[in-house]
Every structure is written in C-alpha cells, then in structure tokens.
C-alpha cells in the first residue's frame, strides 16, 4: 500500500496586488474615510476631524498590503492585532457605539474589495479569478480579524469603565452608609437624654411638697433644656448638611 505524504500547500503570494496597494496609500486610506464619513448610521464620525478618524487605518493598510506578500507572515498578524485593539480603544474614548465600530471595519473591508481589488484586475488581465477570490479570501479574513481584535478590546474597555463606575458607586455608597450611621448614632446620643429629663422636671412640677422656690428653679431647668433641645436640633442638621455636601 502506497502512502501518500499531504503536505498543506502554502498559501499564493500576491507581491503585486501588495505592491500596487501600497502604491496607492492616500487614495485607499481617503476612499476609506469618506466611505465612513459619509454612513448616516456612524454618526459619531460626524465630530471628529480627518486626523482622528485615521487613527491605526494607515498601519492597518501597511498590514494588509505586506500580508498580500506574505499570508502567513504570522509577525504581521501580531502587529494587525495590536493595532486592532488600539483602534478599538480609540474609538471606544471618541464615543464610538460598539455598531459604529464593526460597522466601520466591514465599510472599509467592502471599500477595499469592490474599488481596489476590482481595480487592480481590471489593469492586471493575468490576475484571474482563481487570483482575485484568493486575494479576496485574504483580505476578508484580514478584515475580520480586525474586526474581532478591535470588538474585544471595545468591550474590555467598556467593561474597565463599568467596573471603575461600580467600585466608585460601592465606595460611594460605603461612605453615604458611614455618613447615616454616624448621623443616627450622633442622634441618638445626643437625642436621647432629654427625653427623660422633660418627664422628670414635669413629674416634679407636680408635686405637692415643693416650694415656690423649687418650682421656680424647675422652670428655669425646663427653660434651659428647651434651648438645649433647640441647640441639639440646629448642630445635627449642621452636621447632616456639612456630611451630605
């Protein structure tokens, strides 16, 4: 029996569709722009000035025009994924929604294919159809890599800043808790004592033994802790006031 070694047969290079790419650097990257800018479902775009809607789009279109030379480059896709996650931080501080985000990527993929790769076949006859879809698988796979990278680095930013909301909103919900405890235990203590003094100083009103003398001093003790009452009153809203500001 005869065994057959299958070897995985290495993906084409198309040095020329690369080549031809990065020749056109300012033509593809303003393509990509107005084709972003103009997408009435990207309308945080509308704030932003031409530089800051590059942002990584010119290192994304080194990346895929050296990975038309070089599929398996694996140190380019490294450098792709970074600077996809970069663009997903960037977007995600220019306010971008997660939509806008994806919905960028798969414009500017679409830009790409249906103007410059179309573009290039057309002036380029030897490049045929078995040429064009392996240059089209690349690029779509390029693209949705990016895609991929800039969606979880968008979400992992979403998620830090929800998470330093969260502990902001628990500390700050620690501190309004410390803040009514000390308030009712302030309260309290204070609060507390008068009760059963006014009772006390009533009761001995009451009673028939007492002197006119003692009366007397017994009314000037209720006129006091009224205005201790009062005193009591005016520091705990000051207190309240002072912590709740």
Same mark, same amino acid.
């Given at each position: ?12 290079? !198309?040095?020329?569709?690369? &080549? ?6 300012? #033509? ?9 800018? @103009? ?14 809607? *590059? ?41 971008? @929604?997660?939509? +806008? $985000? ?11 294919? &249906? ?14 159809? =078995?040429?064009? =879809? ?21 979400? +992992? /930013?979403?998620?830090?800043?929800? @998470?330093?909301? =969260? ?5 700050? =919900? ?32 009451? +009673?028939?033994?007492?002197?006119? @003398? ?12 009224? #205005? +201790?009452?009062?005193?009591? /009153? &005016? $520091? $705990?809203? !000051?207190?309240?006031? *002072?912590?709740?500001?």
């Amino acid at each position: 029996m005869v065994r057959r070694s299958q070897k995985k047969s290495a993906a084409p290079s !198309f040095v020329g569709f690369g &080549d031809f790419v990065l020749s056109q650097r300012e #033509e593809i990257l303003q393509s990509w722009i107005a084709v972003v800018d @103009r997408d009435p479902q990207i309308s945080t775009s509308d704030t932003l000035t031409y530089q800051q809607l *590059l942002d990584h789009l010119p290192e994304l279109w080194t990346e895929l025009a050296a990975l038309l030379k070089q599929p398996h480059a694996e140190s380019i896709k490294k450098q792709a994924r970074h600077d996809a996650k970069a663009h997903g931080w960037k977007r995600w501080r220019q306010g971008y @929604r997660l939509d +806008e $985000l994806i919905r960028e990527i798969c414009l500017v993929r679409r830009d790409f294919i &249906d103007i410059w790769l179309s573009a290039f076949a057309a002036a380029h006859p030897g490049f045929d159809i =078995n040429a064009q =879809n392996g240059a089209r698988r690349v690029v779509e796979g390029f693209f949705d890599n990016v895609i991929v990278e800039a969606t979880v680095q968008f979400v +992992e /930013e979403h998620q830090e800043t929800a @998470r330093q909301v =969260n502990a902001a909103l628990r500390a700050e =919900n620690k501190r309004a808790a410390a803040k009514a405890e000390f308030i009712q235990l302030a309260s309290h203590r204070l609060r507390e004592p008068l009760g059963p003094l006014f009772f006390a100083l009533e009761d001995l009103l009451q +009673e028939e033994l007492l002197s006119p @003398r003692g009366v007397e001093t017994i009314q000037v003790l209720q006129r006091n802790l009224k #205005e +201790e009452a009062r005193a009591v /009153e &005016d $520091l $705990l809203t !000051f207190v309240e006031t *002072l912590l709740n500001g």
